[in-house]
């Protein structure tokens, strides 16, 4: 039963460049829900009037119209204006999607990566890291950041893999791409500019909550060759990070 379950909750990764899944979808760690239906277009721009906000401790559930049709969407806990007009990309449809803290079933819920007022400043699902605006740093989102004090850059990190390999390490750089809790943790892509393949990211688990595209510092241990099983294998995968101030 335990190996059927972790097949189901993997199931969402989709394998990319040097054997890591590169897309990890979301999932709400307070729901008991089924298994995801299907992906939407992850380059589909949605436009939506917000008419019903529910806060949950991590995340917010909005009821919200696009042409006529009212649909249910969650994204990460963030403040949202009742009547505000939002844009959001893709989105992975549940059904029957249980919130405990509201004791409600959704019918149909898409879980999206965040929403915002400028349609240019909402990412891709999947796409190039380069399609995700720096919040942090929108007049060039490729500069290279610095490693925290103590810490590495990814480049280091990558090139010395075994050295570091158990090792509790700190590293910082701009998220490029975010998918919450799955295995009942998030999922950060982090790149630092310090490689020379930018479509290389190192991947982070974490419980910390951040926002597409922030710069950040995280410690965590890392982890070579760790394997999910179904066939999806990380080569080095930073796990249980802890956010830096």
């Given amino acids: 039963m335990k190996t059927f379950l972790l097949t189901i909750g993997i199931m969402g990764l989709i394998m990319a460049c040097d054997s890591k899944p590169k897309v990890i979808v979301a999932d709400d ?17 949605h436009k939506v009037v917000v008419e019903e906000i529910l806060q949950t401790t991590k995340y917010t559930y909005l009821s919200v119209s696009e042409n006529g049709e009212m649909t249910w969407i969650a994204v990460p806990k963030k403040e949202v204006e009742k009547g505000g007009t939002y844009y959001y990309r893709g989105g992975l449809k549940k059904t029957n999607f249980k919130s405990v803290e509201h004791d409600r079933v959704f019918e149909t819920v898409y879980l999206v990566s965040d929403v915002s007022k400028d349609p240019d400043m909402v990412g891709f699902s999947g796409g190039s890291p380069h399609e995700n605006p720096n919040m942090n740093n929108p007049a060039d989102p490729n500069a290279k950041i610095e490693p925290p004090s103590g810490g590495i850059t990814i480049s280091e990190l990558f090139s010395n893999r075994k050295k570091y390999e158990g090792q509790t390490v700190k590293v910082k750089g701009r998220c490029v791409k975010l998918n919450n809790m799955i295995m009942n943790r998030n ?58 101030q």
């Avoid at 307070?30 to 939407?40: G, H, K, M």
Wanted: hydrophobic fraction near 35%.
């Fill in 29 to 45: 760690t307070t729901a008991e829900s089924q298994p995801s239906i299907s992906n939407e277009s992850a380059t589909k721009l």
């Fill in 187 to 244: 999922w950060i892509h982090l790149q630092d500019g310090s490689m020379k393949d930018d479509n290389v990211d190192l991947t982070v688990t974490t419980t910390e909550n951040i926002s597409l595209g922030a710069i950040v510092a995280f410690e965590g241990k890392i982890t070579l060759n760790k394997d999910f099983g179904a066939g999806y294998k990380y080569e080095i995968i930073m796990e249980d990070a802890q956010l830096l």
